[in-house]
């Protein structure tokens, strides 16, 4: 079900008027280079400048933000691991 939250987001997104670029970024930040990602399981090329750049946000954002199930980490180490990935 978590995983369906992309596929979900497009509904709305289609159904407010939005397209292109915005639907592609919410429906595939979650796809990886390496197809291990989700909701397609797309890879490489077929990812968008755009989607991988807001993909790198996503991670960093997850990294760095204070959960109730986890303090957020501090920003040098976020990009650290930005930077292996
Ligand atoms: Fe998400």
Redesign the pocket.
């Given at each position: 079900m978590i995983q369906n939250?992309?596929r979900f987001s497009k509904e709305i997104l289609e159904d407010a008027g939005l397209t292109g670029i915005a639907v592609d970024i919410t429906v595939m930040?979650?796809e990886r280079l390496d197809c291990k990602g989700y909701t397609f399981g797309i890879k490489g090329d077929e990812i968008s400048q755009y989607v991988r750049m807001a993909s790198i946000v996503?991670v960093y954002d997850a990294l760095t933000a204070e959960r109730v199930y986890k303090a957020g980490m501090e920003p040098i180490k976020a990009f650290k691991i930005l930077k292996q990935g």
């Open positions: 939250h992309a930040y979650h996503d």
